[in-house]
């Protein structure tokens, strides 16, 4: 398999753009319903109360939905990325390579596979970190909420791994799957973990679910088009394609943060001029 195997080369810009405002259209869609929801779980006496309740409400949950995405784009960056190494490895392993940097490479993925795991899944957390802090930075939510949100996105992964091994995708998850049940149970349990502890976090999982609900429809929605129309190598592994597809929707994410941005920063010029 050659690198056409990971990149499409007709997949050109003016498809890319079709598919970018398909993502855009989904992430609007689910804005939608995280209104529609909002406004359905709000009691009438909380409205009368406070105003700016729905607003507020109704932002912390498109931050968490915006979390969600970035989380499960950088869990797939790492599904992803061992995918590749394991095909680059087989690939060099049957051709007998020995020396120059395949050949290192090759020696490092057969007799340290399971640390170079770790690093890649610490370079997913840093990745994590860098989007939702500077890229697409999510101010409204607290440490415990983002760590949440985080641990599901790995649940969000192994459901669609899971996905991938039923429809008969060749490919080895296994390892990664258990890597990340692992990171779940001690996300809920840990040496010094409580019951009621326990019993807290089960809650705010369950509170959350659907935001991942949501995303795995979008995501799945865009996955079909993107294989369904050619956008997206049938012949590829499918992890690849529903990578290429989060990071569609990451940038549509990207586009809808900066557009409110400089939305803000208009109004607030503009009531300095007032002022003056």
Not at 38 to 60: H, M, Q, S, V, W
Not at 89 to 111: D, E, H, P, R
Not at 175 to 181: E, R
Request: contains cysteine; hydrophobic residues 50%; charged residues 15%.
């Amino acid at each position: 398999m050659t690198i056409d195997a990971y990149m499409n080369p007709e997949f050109t810009w003016i498809k890319k753009i079709i598919f970018l405002l398909a993502a855009i259209v989904g992430i609007v869609i689910c804005l939608f319903f995280i209104y529609a929801g909002t406004l359905f779980i709000t009691p009438a006496r909380r409205r009368k109360e406070d105003g700016n309740y729905i607003t507020k409400k109704y932002n912390k949950l498109v931050q968490l939905f915006c979390e969600m995405v970035i989380s499960a784009t950088s869990v797939m960056s790492f599904a992803c990325a061992y995918v590749i190494c394991n095909h680059i490895y087989a690939l060099v392993i049957s051709a007998g390579i020995q020396t120059g940097g395949y050949g290192i490479f090759a020696g490092i993925w057969g007799n340290w596979k399971d640390f170079a795991l770790l690093v890649l899944i610490c370079l997913s957390c840093v990745l994590n970190t860098i989007l939702d802090k500077y890229i697409i930075p999510l101010k409204h939510l607290s440490r415990s909420e983002k760590a949440t949100i985080r641990m599901l996105a790995m649940f969000y992964a192994i459901v669609i791994l899971i996905y991938l091994n039923i429809i008969g995708d060749e490919s080895e998850y296994s390892p990664v799957m258990m890597y990340y049940l692992g990171l779940m149970v001690g996300r809920f349990v840990y040496f010094d973990a409580s019951f009621r502890d326990f019993i807290e976090n089960i809650k705010n999982v369950f509170l959350k679910l659907p935001l991942l609900v949501m995303g795995l429809v979008v995501s799945g929605s865009l996955c079909y088009l993107g294989f369904k129309v050619g956008f997206l190598l049938e012949r590829n592994y499918y992890i690849v394609g529903v990578f290429y597809t989060h990071l569609f929707l990451l940038f549509a994410i990207f586009i809808f943060n900066l557009s409110h941005a400089v939305k803000m920063m208009i109004k607030s010029t503009n009531n300095n001029k007032n002022e003056e």
